[in-house]
C-alpha cells in the first residue's frame, strides 16, 4: 500500500491542532473549577499547579511504554488510542465531585495521552530524510496553534457553557480527532510479534553515535524546562511592569500568546532552511536566539519591551524542536523510531515539570527578574551542550 505521507501530515497536523487545544483551553479556569470543587482557598494554587504537573509527569513515565507498543503495532494504533483514551478521560472531569478525582482523570489523561509524539514519529518515519525538517516544522505548528487558541477558546466556552460543559465540549473534540484518524490516516505498518521485535537496547546500539542522541534528549529537557520556567511568573511580572494599567490582563494574554504567534509563523520556514543547510546548524542559532532573548528580559521596564522580546523569542522556538526531531528522524533505525521518541517525549515531559517548580523557587529567592537570568544559564549551558554534541558538523548537512 502507497502511503501518502503529506495527506497523512496535515490530518495529522489537525489531531495535534485538537489535542493542543484541548491540553490548553482548561488551563485559565482550572484554579476556579478546584475551588469549586470545595478545595481549600489558601491550597487553590497548589492543587492547580499539580493537576497540571501531573499530566505531563504521568505523561513522562509511561512514554516509553507507548513507544515500545507503537514499534510493535503502528503509530497509527497509537494515536487513535492516545485521542480516544483522551476523550474519555478529559470528558469525565465534567462528573467528578472533588478534589481528588479531578486529580485521578489529570494523571489517567498523562497516561493515555501521546497523540502528539506519535504523530511526530509516525511522519519521521514516512518523510523522505532531505523533507523531514520541514515536514516536522509544519506539524509542530499545528500543536503551537492548538496551544495558542486553546486559552481563548477556553475563556469563551466556560462564560458561555459553564465549565463542567467546556469538558463535554473538549470530549466531543477528540472524538471527532478520533474519527479522523480512523478514517484518514494511512499507515503502511506490519505488526511485529513481541518475541521478533529487537529490543530497545538493540535500537540504541544500531545508533551510530548514542552519546549525539542522549544529547539531544537533555537538549530537549533543557529547552522545556527553558520554556516553562517563567510560566508560574510570567503575568505577575507583566503586572509588576504595567503601572497599575486597566487593561493590564489583556495586555498579559497578548504578551503570553505572542511568542506562540512567532514561532508558529517560523517552524516550517526554520524547518526547510535545516534541511537544506543542516538541523545542529539552526538548532544552534535557535539556542543562540533564545538567550539572547531571554536575558534581556530581566532588564525590562515596560510590557512592551517584555512583548518585543517575547516575539522574538518565538523565532527562535519554532527552531528548536523541529530541529531536534528532525535530526532524531535522519539517525534512529526506522524498526525503532516511536522508542526512540517516546524517550525525547519523556524528556520534554520531564522538563515542563521542573520548569516551573524551577522558575518558582529562582523567583521566591531572587525575584521575578531574577528567573530571566536563571534561565538564561540554563540556555546557555544547552549551547555548550549542543557545541560539544555537534563539534565538527557545523556548516554541514548530518
Same mark, same amino acid.
Given at each position: 500500500?502507497?502511503?501518502?505521507?503529506?495527506?497523512?501530515?496535515?490530518?495529522?497536523?489537525?489531531?495535534?491542532?485538537?489535542?493542543?487545544?484541548?491540553?490548553?483551553?482548561?488551563?485559565?479556569?482550572?484554579?476556579?473549577?478546584?475551588?469549586?470543587?470545595?478545595?481549600?482557598?489558601?491550597?487553590?494554587?497548589?492543587? *492547580?499547579? /499539580?493537576?497540571? +504537573?501531573?499530566? #505531563? &509527569?504521568?505523561?513522562?513515565?509511561?512514554?516509553?511504554?507507548? $513507544?515500545? !507498543?507503537?514499534?510493535?503495532?503502528?503509530?497509527?494504533?497509537?494515536?487513535?488510542?492516545?485521542?480516544?483514551?483522551?476523550?474519555?478521560?478529559?470528558?469525565?472531569?465534567?462528573?467528578?465531585?472533588?478534589?481528588?478525582?479531578?486529580?485521578?482523570?489529570?494523571?489517567?489523561?498523562?497516561?493515555?495521552?501521546?497523540?502528539?509524539?506519535?504523530?511526530?514519529?509516525?511522519?519521521?518515519?514516512? *518523510?523522505? /530524510?532531505?523533507? +523531514?525538517?520541514? #515536514? &516536522?516544522?509544519?506539524?509542530?505548528?499545528?500543536?503551537?496553534? $492548538?496551544? !495558542?487558541?486553546?486559552?481563548?477558546?477556553?475563556?469563551?466556552?466556560?462564560?458561555?457553557?459553564?465549565?463542567?460543559?467546556?469538558?463535554?465540549?473538549?470530549?466531543?473534540?477528540?472524538?471527532?480527532?478520533?474519527?479522523?484518524?480512523?478514517?484518514?490516516?494511512?499507515?503502511?505498518?506490519?505488526?511485529?510479534?513481541?518475541?521478533?521485535?529487537?529490543?530497545?537496547?538493540?535500537?540504541?546500539?544500531?545508533?551510530?553515535?548514542? +552519546?549525539?542522541?542522549?544529547?539531544?534528549?537533555?537538549?530537549?529537557?533543557?529547552?522545556?524546562?527553558?520554556?516553562?520556567?517563567?510560566?508560574?511568573?510570567?503575568?505577575?511580572?507583566?503586572?509588576?511592569?504595567?503601572?497599575?494599567?486597566?487593561?493590564?490582563?489583556?495586555?498579559?494574554?497578548?504578551?503570553?500568546?505572542?511568542?506562540?504567534?512567532?514561532?508558529?509563523?517560523?517552524?516550517?520556514?526554520?524547518?526547510?532552511?535545516?534541511?537544506?543547510?543542516?538541523?545542529?546548524?539552526?538548532?544552534?542559532?535557535?539556542?543562540?536566539?533564545?538567550?539572547?532573548?531571554?536575558?534581556?528580559?530581566?532588564?525590562?521596564?515596560?510590557?512592551?519591551?517584555?512583548?518585543?522580546?517575547?516575539?522574538?523569542?518565538?523565532?527562535?522556538?519554532?527552531?528548536?524542536?523541529?530541529?531536534?526531531?528532525?535530526?532524531?528522524?535522519?539517525?534512529?533505525?526506522?524498526?525503532?523510531?516511536?522508542?526512540?521518541?517516546?524517550?525525547?517525549?519523556?524528556?520534554?515531559?520531564?522538563?515542563?515539570?521542573?520548569?516551573?517548580?524551577?522558575?518558582?523557587?529562582?523567583?521566591?529567592?531572587?525575584?521575578?527578574?531574577?528567573?530571566?537570568?536563571?534561565?538564561?544559564?540554563?540556555?546557555?549551558?544547552?549551547?555548550?551542550?549542543?557545541?560539544?554534541?555537534?563539534?565538527?558538523?557545523?556548516?554541514?548537512?548530518?
Amino acid at each position: 500500500m502507497k502511503v501518502d505521507w503529506k495527506r497523512n501530515m496535515y490530518i495529522a497536523w489537525i489531531g495535534c491542532f485538537f489535542t493542543g487545544a484541548s491540553f490548553s483551553l482548561v488551563m485559565p479556569f482550572i484554579p476556579v473549577y478546584i475551588k469549586q470543587l470545595g478545595a481549600p482557598t489558601n491550597k487553590v494554587e497548589f492543587y *492547580a499547579g /499539580l493537576a497540571i +504537573s501531573v499530566t #505531563a &509527569l504521568a505523561s513522562g513515565v509511561v512514554s516509553p511504554l507507548w $513507544g515500545n !507498543l507503537a514499534d510493535r503495532r503502528g503509530r497509527k494504533l497509537m494515536m487513535v488510542r492516545a485521542a480516544a483514551g483522551m476523550m474519555l478521560t478529559m470528558g469525565a472531569l465534567a462528573f467528578v465531585h472533588d478534589v481528588k478525582m479531578l486529580l485521578v482523570f489529570r494523571f489517567l489523561t498523562g497516561v493515555l495521552s501521546g497523540y502528539i509524539p506519535n504523530a511526530t514519529a509516525m511522519i519521521a518515519s514516512q *518523510a523522505p /530524510l532531505e523533507k +523531514s525538517g520541514w #515536514a &516536522l516544522g509544519t506539524l509542530a505548528t499545528g500543536s503551537v496553534a $492548538g496551544t !495558542l487558541i486553546g486559552p481563548l477558546m477556553g475563556g469563551l466556552l466556560a462564560q458561555t457553557f459553564g465549565i463542567r460543559n467546556v469538558f463535554l465540549i473538549t470530549g466531543a473534540i477528540l472524538l471527532i480527532n478520533t474519527i479522523l484518524t480512523v478514517v484518514f490516516i494511512k499507515e503502511d505498518f506490519e505488526p511485529v510479534q513481541k518475541k521478533d521485535l529487537i529490543s530497545t537496547k538493540e535500537v540504541f546500539e544500531k545508533i551510530e553515535k548514542p +552519546s549525539l542522541l542522549f544529547g539531544l534528549f537533555l537538549t530537549t529537557l533543557i529547552l522545556q524546562l527553558g520554556i516553562t520556567s517563567i510560566s508560574p511568573i510570567l503575568t505577575l511580572y507583566i503586572q509588576e511592569l504595567g503601572s497599575g494599567r486597566d487593561n493590564i490582563l489583556f495586555i498579559s494574554g497578548l504578551i503570553v500568546s505572542v511568542a506562540g504567534v512567532s514561532a508558529f509563523i517560523s517552524s516550517p520556514f526554520l524547518g526547510k532552511l535545516g534541511d537544506r543547510f543542516g538541523n545542529q546548524n539552526i538548532l544552534l542559532i535557535g539556542l543562540i536566539g533564545f538567550f539572547v532573548c531571554i536575558v534581556p528580559m530581566s532588564l525590562v521596564q515596560t510590557p512592551f519591551q517584555l512583548g518585543v522580546l517575547r516575539f522574538l523569542m518565538g523565532f527562535s522556538t519554532g527552531a528548536m524542536m523541529p530541529s531536534v526531531n528532525a535530526i532524531i528522524s535522519k539517525i534512529t533505525p526506522k524498526d525503532g523510531v516511536s522508542r526512540i521518541f517516546s524517550y525525547n517525549q519523556m524528556s520534554l515531559n520531564f522538563g515542563q515539570v521542573l520548569g516551573p517548580l524551577v522558575g518558582s523557587t529562582i523567583a521566591s529567592l531572587y525575584g521575578y527578574r531574577g528567573v530571566f537570568i536563571g534561565t538564561g544559564l540554563f540556555i546557555f549551558v544547552n549551547i555548550i551542550v549542543t557545541l560539544i554534541n555537534f563539534r565538527g558538523t557545523f556548516g554541514k548537512k548530518i
